[in-house]
């Protein structure tokens, strides 16, 4: 599948022309944000909840404490939105009716499943290679219990949408000419230098991929 279906739920209505609707696109949105925001309707009560997710091919995956709200829900079956917003810049006009944001964002529809007990250590290394990759080598494995205490959720795309804006200001006309700056300042998330557990043992030094990762972000 290289694109979505497009339909009323997923239809981007608001500037249309910001819609894109390719996997592309889509996967790398999810890909590049760190954290994701569920909304789920419970006791006819809508919440929206912050959480890391990963993803595995055209499936989304959440997990948390097995006794957690959201993954009493989110393996339930019923009807999940999933939203991820990266942003770009503050888009600054001449008037103040036409500032924007430069951004990008997907709306992802599905329904969660859970995922059975031998797949749960190879989800947990797609969630820690998401949040580092290099990370899951180098780290101690989960322990039985803690496996146990783990609920995973997987989430296929059913429909989704990514909605992007880029560019300069949009200003009216007549307002050009007006004595006031305009334009963009651009915003990126800056991974910076490591800061060392006070409880590190002596003698451990910052590992290689982290330096790497650091440096490259």
Not at 30 to 58: F, M, S, Y
Not at 82 to 106: E, P
Not at 146 to 172: H, Q, W
Request: proline share 7%; charged share 25%.
């Amino acid at each position: 599948m290289s694109q979505y279906e497009i339909t009323p739920q997923n239809r981007v209505s608001r500037v249309p022309d910001r819609g894109h609707y390719d996997t592309e696109t889509i996967y790398n949105i999810i890909d590049e944000g760190l954290i994701c925001h569920v909304g789920l309707v419970q006791d006819d009560q809508p919440v929206v909840i912050p959480t890391i997710h990963a993803r595995k091919g055209n499936t989304i995956l959440l997990h948390g404490a097995t006794k957690s709200r959201l993954m009493q829900y989110a393996q339930s079956g019923q009807k999940i939105c999933i939203t991820i917003t990266l942003l770009d810049g503050l888009v600054l006009a001449r008037s103040v009716f036409n500032h924007s944001m430069n951004y990008r964002s997907v709306v992802l529809f599905g329904r969660g499943q859970i995922v059975p007990d031998e797949e749960k250590m190879e989800c947990l290394k797609a969630f820690t290679d998401h949040l580092l990759p290099g990370r899951w080598d180098d780290a101690r494995q989960p322990t039985a219990t803690e496996m146990k205490a783990t609920t995973i959720v997987a989430i296929p795309i059913e429909l989704a949408s990514a909605k992007v804006r880029v560019g300069p200001p949009k200003d009216e006309a007549e307002d050009y000419d007006l004595p006031i700056w305009a334009g963009v300042l651009p915003i990126k998330q800056q991974i910076l230098p490591p800061q060392d557990d006070p409880k590190l043992a002596e003698g451990i030094s910052t590992p290689d991929y982290i330096r790497e990762y650091v440096n490259k972000h």
